[in-house]
C-alpha cells in the first residue's frame, strides 16, 4: 500500500477551517510529548501550560491584554498578505510606532491635555507607517524583495531603540538602566476593568478588527488587493495598480504594527525599554495565518498565540523550562499548520502498488 | 490515395480510459493505425484527444485498457521507452531551449554520443530529403514558428520512427506552410510511417488523412475514411450537431473613427518579443476589423499597447474617440469606453477562484456596482445573473467559482461582461481559441450582433477562417508591422496566406494606407 496524495479538483473550504484546528490539536500532542521528552509530567506540564494561566479573572485578563497587540499586528499584516504583500518587518513597525508614540509622551511630559493620548496613538500610527513605507518605497520603486528589507529594517529599528535608551532618552534617574523615564499618568491608557492591566487599547485592537473585516470584504479596495494576490495578470488587465496594493498593504501593516507598539509603552510597559515587545510583530504571522487571514479567525488564533506567551511564563516559574519553550510551541503552530494546509489542496489516498 | 498494406497493425489500443479527479478524460477507446497510414483524431477541445496521445507517448499512464505495438501488448512507462519502441510525438507547444541552437537542441534528445558535427550533417540530410528547409546553426530563438515547428520533427525524424503523432501541428502555420508540412507528411507515409494526426479542422482532415476516429466526450463516436465524408457530416460526428450558421446584418454603415493608431513604435525589453514597427490602424464604428497573422509576430505587444497595460511613452499614438489615451493606465481607457476581452481566460480575463459575482467586478464595476468605496454585492449579483441568462453561461449561478466553468462558458461569460458594458470600441484576442464548436458560434454570433449596435469592434486572431466568417476588413501583422487593409469580401486566405509571411505589396514602405479596398 502506497500513500498518495491526489491534488483536488478545487480546493476544499472544509478543511481551511479545520486545518488550523489539526494544527493546534497536533501542537498540544507534541507539546505533550515533549514535556515527557523533558523529564515533566505531561499532565502537570499541561495544566501549568495551558490551564494555569486562565485560572482567574486577572488570567483571563492578562490574556487579552497579551492577545491586543497580536491582533492589531495581525489584522494590519493580512491586509497585505492577502495581496501577497509580505511584510515581515512587523515588529521593526512595532518599535519604531512605540519609539514615535512614546517620544510624544516623553517631550510633553507636563501636559495633562485631553489630546495627548489620541496624538500619541496617532504618531504612534505613523511612526510604523513611516517604517514600512521603506520596503514599499524599495518595492515599487527599485522592485526590491519586501520579505528581506521589512525584515532587516528590524534590526535596525532594534538598534535604534537600543541606542535612544541607553543614550540621549535614557532616565538621568534610572540607576543606569537601559530605559526611559515612566511616562505620567496622562499619557497611559486607561484600564478598562479595575484590577486588572487591560487596557483601552483592546478597544482599538477589535475596532481594527471591524474595520479590517469591512476593508477586506466589502471594499473595492480590499477587493482591488485579493484580485492582485490570487491573480496578477488580471489585476492588470483590469486596470488596478499593483504599486498601491503594495503601498496599502504595507502602509496597513505598519500602521496597526505602530498602535501596538505605543499601546505597549502606554499600556503594561508604561516606558520605553530594550523589551518592549517579545516578538509580537514576528508572532503575528503566526496569528494571521492560524486566523486564516480573517479577521474573526484572527481574534480567537492572538488568543492563542496569547496563551502561549502566558503558558511560557508559567512553565518558566513552576516547571524550570526556559523561557524559549513558548517560541518552540509557536514552531511548532507554525509548523502543524503548514503541514496541514497540504490537505487543503490535496487529498490523501491509500493505492495498491502496481507492478 | 494510397491504401496501407500489411496485415499487422502498427498500433492497435483497446479500450483505453483515463480518470481524472474531475473528468473522464478518456472512456474506453479503440483504435488501429495501419503502417503508412495516416490516421486523424478529430474531436472538439476537451474531448480527449491529447490525453490518449499522450498514454500512446507514455506521458501519461491509462487506468485502464491495452496498447498492442506491431502485434505485441506492451506497456510505456514514459516517453523515452516510447521513443525506443519508435513513436515520436510533435507537441502542440513546443519543447525546446530557446537560447540554444537547432543541433544543440536536437543533440538533447538523441541518444548515443554527442557529435554536433555529425549530427548537423544528419539535420541537413533530413531537412533536404523531407523538404523541412533549416539550418541547424540559428538559434532556436530566432526562428519563425513555423521554423521551429520543422525543427521538432526532424527531432522526431531523426530517431527512425515508424508511428509520428502531431498535436495541432498547423495551429502555428501559415495556408502555404501547411501545404507544404502535408507534402513532407505524405512522403513520410509512402515510407511506410504511420501517422497519428490530431486536429479539430475538417478541411485539413480530409485533404490529408486515409482514415479518422471522431471522438466526443472522452468516447469513440465514429470512424470513418474521411475523402468519403463531407465536413457537415463529420462536424455532425464531432460536436453532435450541424455546424452553425451566421446572420450578417447589413454592412457598409460604418460610422466614426472610434479607434486610431498613429505610427505606433514600440521597442520591446523582452529579448524574445517583437518591435513593434509603424503601426497605423483605424477601427470605425459599426464594424468588425480583424489582425491576422502567425502567433508571435507582435500581437502581444500590440495588445498591451491598445490595452494600455503598458503605457506608451508618446500620448499621441492612440486615440480613442478622438481623445489621446497613448498615457492612460487600462482603469482610464476602460472608463472611456473600451473594453477587452484578453486570450488568457483563467488568471487574466477572470480570477479563477472568485465567484462569478466577484469576476463580474473585475471590469464592470463602473456599472453602478460601489458605493462610497464600497461594493454593492446585490448590484453585482444581478449584472452577473443577467450576463449568464443572456450569454446562455453553463454554469453552478452566480455564486460559482470561475475556475469550475469550461473553457468555452468563461468566455461566453467574458465576452458578455465586456459587451454589457456597452463598449464604444471592443478589442478581442483569440475570442473561441480552444472553445468548443457551439460556444464558438454564440461568441461569433454576438459580435456581428454587437456590430450592428454600433461598436467598433477589433478581433485578433490565428484562425483565419473565424475572421473570414465575421470582418468587414482584414489587416496582417507580420514581424511587428501592419499590413494595408483589405475588405474581406476582396481577398481570401490564399492572399492573406502570403501576407502572414510579411509579403504584401510595398511591404518594405511600412504603415497602412487607410482603406486600400
Redesign the interface.
Known amino acids: 500500500m502506497w500513500l498518495k496524495f ?6 476544499s473550504k472544509t478543511m481551511s477551517y479545520v486545518s488550523p484546528i489539526l494544527a493546534v490539536a497536533l501542537m498540544f500532542l507534541s507539546g505533550l510529548l515533549l514535556f515527557v521528552v523533558l523529564g515533566k509530567s505531561p499532565v502537570e506540564g499541561f495544566k501549568v501550560f495551558f490551564l494555569n494561566p486562565l485560572k482567574d479573572s486577572y488570567g483571563i485578563a492578562e490574556l487579552f491584554l497579551k492577545a491586543t497587540p497580536l491582533m492589531l499586528c495581525a489584522v494590519g499584516l493580512s491586509v497585505g498578505f492577502k495581496a501577497n504583500v509580505w511584510n515581515i518587518g512587523a515588529e521593526g513597525q512595532l518599535l519604531i510606532g512605540a519609539l514615535v508614540g512614546g517620544g510624544i509622551a516623553l517631550h510633553f511630559e507636563h501636559t495633562s491635555s485631553a489630546i495627548l493620548l489620541p496624538a500619541m496613538v496617532v504618531a504612534g500610527a505613523l511612526g510604523g507607517m513611516a517604517w514600512a513605507a521603506i520596503p514599499a518605497f524599495l518595492r515599487t520603486r527599485f522592485n526590491a524583495n519586501e520579505i528581506l528589507t521589512s525584515l532587516m529594517l528590524v534590526y535596525v529599528a532594534e538598534l535604534v531603540v537600543s541606542w535612544l535608551v541607553h543614550g540621549p532618552w535614557m532616565d538621568p534617574d534610572g540607576f543606569n538602566f537601559p530605559q526611559t523615564k515612566l511616562l505620567s499618568p496622562e499619557a497611559t491608557l486607561p484600564i478598562l476593568l479595575t484590577g486588572t492591566r487591560v487596557n483601552a487599547a483592546l478597544l482599538l485592537a477589535i475596532g481594527a478588527l471591524l474595520v479590517g473585516w ?1 476593508f477586506m470584504n ?4 480590499g ?1 482591488q488587493m ?2 492582485a494576490g ?2 496578477e ?2 489585476g ?6 499593483a504599486k498601491r496594493s503594495v503601498w496599502i498593504g504595507m502602509l496597513a501593516g505598519g500602521a496597526m504594527a505602530g498602535i501596538a507598539g505605543i499601546a505597549e509603552v502606554s499600556g503594561p510597559v508604561g516606558q520605553i525599554t530594550e523589551h518592549i515587545s517579545p516578538g509580537y510583530g514576528f508572532a503575528a504571522m503566526i496569528v494571521a495565518f492560524v486566523g486564516r487571514l480573517n479577521p474573526i479567525g484572527i481574534f480567537f488564533s492572538s488568543l492563542l498565540m496569547a496563551l502561549l506567551y502566558m503558558g511560557g511564563e508559567q512553565a518558566q516559574q513552576y516547571l524550570a523550562l526556559p523561557s524559549s519553550i513558548s517560541k518552540v510551541f509557536q514552531g511548532m503552530l507554525l509548523f502543524f499548520l503548514l503541514g496541514s494546509d497540504v490537505f487543503i489542496n490535496f487529498r490523501p489516498r491509500f493505492i495498491r502498488r502496481r507492478k | 490515395m494510397q491504401t496501407p498494406s500489411s496485415d499487422t497493425p502498427r498500433l492497435a489500443i483497446r479500450g483505453i480510459r483515463k480518470v481524472y479527479p474531475a473528468i473522464v478524460a478518456n472512456d474506453g477507446i479503440d483504435l488501429t493505425v495501419m503502417p503508412g497510414e495516416i490516421h486523424a483524431v478529430l474531436g472538439e477541445n476537451g474531448a480527449g484527444k491529447s490525453t490518449l496521445m499522450k498514454v500512446i507517448y507514455g506521458v501519461i499512464r491509462p487506468d485502464e485498457g491495452e496498447l498492442i505495438w506491431e502485434g505485441q501488448s506492451v506497456t510505456i512507462p514514459n516517453p523515452a521507452q516510447a521513443r525506443e519502441l519508435g513513436i515520436g510525438m510533435v507537441f502542440q507547444h513546443f519543447s525546446l531551449f530557446e537560447t540554444l541552437s537547432v543541433v544543440q537542441n536536437v543533440a538533447l534528445a538523441i541518444p548515443g554520443e554527442f557529435d554536433l558535427a555529425a549530427l548537423s550533417l544528419r539535420i541537413e540530410e533530413v531537412s533536404q530529403r523531407y523538404g523541412l528547409p533549416v539550418d541547424p546553426r540559428r538559434m532556436v530563438h530566432a526562428l519563425s514558428v513555423g521554423e521551429r515547428q520543422r525543427v521538432e520533427i526532424i527531432r522526431c525524424l531523426l530517431q527512425n520512427p515508424r508511428l509520428l503523432i502531431l498535436d495541432e501541428p498547423t495551429s502555428v502555420l501559415t495556408p502555404q506552410a501547411v501545404r507544404k508540412l502535408f507534402e513532407t507528411l505524405r512522403q513520410l507515409a509512402s515510407e511506410g510511417v504511420s501517422i497519428l494526426y490530431i486536429s479539430h479542422k475538417l478541411d485539413e482532415i480530409q485533404e490529408l488523412c486515409h482514415t479518422a476516429t471522431v471522438l466526443r466526450n472522452g468516447k469513440v463516436t465514429g470512424s470513418c475514411t474521411p475523402s468519403q465524408e463531407s465536413p457537415k457530416t463529420m462536424a455532425r460526428m464531432m460536436i453532435g450537431e450541424d455546424l452553425p450558421a451566421y446572420s450578417h446584418g447589413e454592412t457598409g454603415h460604418e460610422g466614426e473613427v472610434r479607434l486610431r493608431i498613429v505610427n505606433l513604435c514600440q521597442p520591446t525589453e523582452d529579448p524574445f518579443g517583437t518591435t513593434l514597427k509603424n503601426i497605423n490602424l483605424e477601427v470605425r464604428s459599426g464594424e468588425i476589423v480583424g489582425i491576422a497573422g502567425v502567433s508571435g509576430n507582435g500581437q502581444q505587444e500590440l495588445l498591451k499597447a491598445i490595452s494600455g497595460e503598458e503605457p506608451l511613452a508618446d500620448n499621441r499614438v492612440i486615440e480613442m474617440c478622438g481623445i489621446q489615451v497613448g498615457h492612460l493606465n487600462p482603469g482610464k481607457r476602460r472608463a472611456l469606453g473600451m473594453c477587452f476581452v484578453p486570450e488568457e481566460r483563467l488568471g487574466r480575463g477572470a480570477v479563477p477562484r472568485l465567484t462569478l459575482t466577484e469576476n463580474i467586478l473585475l471590469t464592470a464595476y463602473r456599472k453602478g456596482m460601489l458605493l462610497g468605496g464600497l461594493i454593492r454585492f446585490g448590484v453585482a449579483k444581478r449584472f452577473a445573473e443577467d450576463c449568464i441568462k443572456r450569454f446562455d453561461v453553463r454554469c453552478g449561478g452566480a455564486n460559482s467559482e470561475a475556475k469550475s466553468l469550461s473553457g468555452g462558458n468563461l468566455q461566453k461569460f467574458i465576452v458578455g461582461r465586456e459587451i454589457m458594458q456597452d463598449p464604444k470600441v471592443l478589442v478581442l484576442a483569440q475570442p473561441t481559441w480552444g472553445v468548443d464548436v457551439g460556444a464558438s458560434s454564440f461568441i461569433r454570433q454576438s459580435l456581428l450582433d454587437l456590430r450592428e449596435s454600433g461598436t467598433a469592434v477589433l478581433v485578433i486572431s490565428e484562425e483565419l477562417e473565424e475572421l473570414f466568417e465575421i470582418c468587414d476588413r482584414l489587416v496582417v501583422i507580420a514581424k511587428g508591422t501592419l499590413s494595408p487593409s483589405k475588405a474581406t469580401t476582396e481577398t481570401g486566405v490564399e492572399e492573406i496566406g502570403i501576407w502572414m509571411s510579411g509579403m504584401w505589396p510595398d511591404a518594405e514602405k511600412s504603415g497602412e494606407a487607410p482603406h486600400v479596398a
Not at chain 1, 6 to 11: F, G, L, M, N, S
Not at chain 1, 218 to 221: G, N, W
Open positions: 491526489e491534488q483536488r479538483p478545487e480546493p469591512i466589502k471594499s473595492f479596495m477587493y485579493k484580485v490570487q491573480a495578470h488580471a492588470r488587465y483590469a486596470g488596478f495598480s
